[in-house]
């Protein structure tokens, strides 16, 4: 029988899935809610929908980092750690599965958030903008509008990447102390997350650039394309040095 | 084989393993006896892979615990597995991760401890999570079978359903089970082997069966005994 | 065959040998009985099948026993075997009846005295039924 790591992987994905079912839940719940609001609701009513919809990818974007705070102390607090660290695959594709999963959730909760926007804007908003460019024809005449939206999307997801990776690295670290685990968990994170900015200032890539970036959005977009996709591309190599370090510890020095 | 050579591990001010040597060797069901907090449970974690020695090796086959985590099957003493899971989502899990998955076996046990696939892992009674994570661990035709206190806080009829489950699925010379327990005589019968511990080192080991010939006593009485000289 | 009921601080091989012999002294088991195999010997009084196994060896190899390779396990004992048998383990407890008796202070006629008053008192027992 083969037992191939795809398989397994796909075994671990499932499992880490359910255990963030809540969290799915209260974005998709939320969702469906708040459309259901602006479908059946008045025409007057339906801009009201927007700020909902905007808490909504706020929390979308949120929740994945809180899950993978659970998905790892949650291992611990109910013992299957006993059972995952047992099995024969090494640690990266543990901590990958449930990557795999925080993505899932971020990427379907802001997917889900957009189509319900998109489907506000079609249905009850478009009288409020311009009639010249409706729709996603404004994406097609404006390549490079997209290209923006796309490399603002990509940093956003790459970011919340970086984070989720600073979570595990600094759970696993917590780990290693029997009686602070707590405390190593939280000095951990705020000095990576300090040390990590600090190592993008240095390298021109920071948030401080990130900021000017985004609020010059009308300003050059070729210029704002790429400065976005440098950022993504430093938060990227971040967060795989990060996985790696997790990963490492995981199988070498954590002990039960 | 299982070897343990100058085995030491401490925990804070607690030594768990003090310069234990020792070997298990193949084909046979080996009783790892002491008090509780003796080394057992640590030893065993460390056969497991789940922990290091701080000095002095472990080896499995030759190989670092680790490295053989497929030939291991271990079953803790505590609840590892995932409450939601049901029976058939805990074996359908672990099908895809080990190899030695042996689903003849697995249906088989089902009918013979009565269990049933749709149960809920964190529903059940505490006999029937026990005899499912016994069911989980035996359905694996892995070479080294370690039990971390299998019987405790199990009523006498499962007890007896463990046992013989045990008895009725051991391979002689291909499988090793060794059994940590501190209630000796549930097991008595059980073990062809003994090795009792007390504070991370061997007090008494040996066969069971010599054992009892040459001190004609239980291995009940044989650890009181060990355990009253080291105490003076 | 009822669940062995054995002494856990003597040898548990030697236990079943002694079960065996004492099924073929009251004639539970007849030459030519075939016996259960040692898997399913081993589930019946719960004991390691490694123990089982030793017991099994032994018994072949003092013939009470062979083993019919693709049949099973038969009884090889004949009717002589049987008798001696049950001469040696009455020898054994009368070597201990004496050994014990002897411990207490009791002289051969004390003993000899005691055991026929008893033999009275059971024989008037049996006979007041």
Not at chain 1, 29 to 54: D, K, R
Not at chain 2, 26 to 45: C, R, Y
Not at chain 3, 98 to 126: C, D, P, W
Request: proline share 3%; hydrophobic share 45%.
């Amino acid at each position: 029988m083969s037992n191939s790591k795809l398989k397994m992987f796909t075994k671990l994905y499932l499992k880490d899935l359910h255990e963030v079912t809540a969290e799915i839940l209260i974005v998709v719940i939320g969702v469906a809610l708040v459309t259901a609001g602006f479908l059946l609701g008045s025409e007057q009513n339906a801009p009201l929908m927007i700020l909902p919809l905007v808490l909504l990818l706020g929390l979308a974007g949120l929740l994945p980092l809180i899950s993978s705070f659970k998905l790892l102390s949650r291992e611990w607090s109910q013992n299957t750690v006993y059972l995952v660290m047992s099995l024969p695959v090494s640690g990266a594709m543990i901590l990958g599965a449930k990557m795999a999963v925080l993505l899932t959730q971020y990427i379907g909760g802001t997917l889900l958030i957009t189509l319900s926007s998109y489907l506000l804007y079609v249905t009850k908003l478009s009288q409020y903008l311009t009639p010249q460019q409706p729709g996603l024809m404004m994406l097609y005449n404006n390549p490079q509008l997209l290209q923006s939206l796309l490399a603002f999307y990509l940093s956003g997801l790459v970011f919340l990447a970086f984070l989720c990776c600073t979570s595990f690295f600094s759970q696993i670290a917590g780990k290693l102390s029997a009686r602070f685990s707590g405390l190593v968990t939280a000095a951990t994170f705020v000095i990576t997350l300090i040390l990590s900015g600090k190592i993008l200032d240095a390298l021109g890539t920071g948030s401080n650039e990130l900021y000017h970036m985004m609020i010059q959005i009308s300003g050059d977009a070729a210029n704002y394309i790429s400065n976005m996709n440098m950022s993504s591309l430093s938060y990227f190599v971040l967060a795989v040095i990060l996985f790696i370090l997790a990963a490492v510890i995981y199988d070498r020095k954590l002990e039960l | 084989m299982i070897e343990f050579d100058h085995v030491g591990k401490r925990f804070g001010s607690v030594q768990a393993l003090d310069q234990l040597s020792l070997q298990f060797g193949p084909g046979k069901i080996i009783g790892l006896f002491g008090p509780n907090g003796a080394g057992k449970s640590t030893a065993m974690k460390m056969i497991a892979g789940l922990n290091q020695p701080d000095s002095g090796h472990v080896l499995v086959d030759g190989q670092k615990p680790r490295q053989s985590r497929d030939k291991i099957a271990f079953l803790p003493e505590i609840d590892y597995l995932y409450g939601w899971w049901t029976l058939k989502q805990a074996a359908d899990f672990m099908r895809s991760f080990y190899a030695d998955w042996d689903d003849n076996k697995y249906t088989e046990l089902l009918g013979f401890l009565n269990l049933r696939e749709d149960m809920k892992i964190g529903k059940i009674s505490k006999g029937q999570r026990a005899k499912c994570k016994l069911l989980l661990t035996v359905s694996r035709r892995a070479p080294y079978l370690l039990l971390d206190e299998p019987l405790s806080g199990i009523d006498i009829l499962t007890r007896e359903e463990i046992i013989n489950t045990l008895i009725r699925d051991f391979r002689e010379g291909e499988q090793t089970i060794i059994i940590s327990t501190h209630e000796i005589n549930d097991v008595e019968s059980l073990v062809d082997e003994v090795f009792f511990i007390d504070q991370g080192r061997i007090v008494v080991s040996g066969s069971a069966e010599e054992l009892r010939i040459t001190q004609g006593l239980s291995l009940v009485e044989i650890m009181k005994e060990a355990f009253r000289n080291v105490q003076q | 065959m009822s669940q062995l009921d054995y002494d856990k601080s003597k040898a548990i091989y030697k236990q079943i040998i002694e079960d065996f012999q004492k099924q073929l002294i009251r004639g539970t088991l007849n030459p030519g009985d075939k016996i259960p195999s040692q898997r399913d010997y081993a589930l019946k009084v719960s004991v390691n099948p490694n123990t089982v196994q030793r017991a099994y060896q032994e018994l072949e190899r003092i013939g009470l026993t062979e083993t019919i390779r693709g049949q099973g396990t038969f009884v090889k004992a004949d009717t002589a075997m049987i008798t001696e048998i049950r001469q040696e383990m009455a020898d054994d407890i009368l070597d201990r009846f004496f050994a014990e008796m002897n411990s207490l202070g009791y002289s051969k006629e004390q003993i000899t005295e005691i055991v026929n008053h008893r033999l009275m008192e059971m024989k008037g027992a049996i006979s007041n039924d």
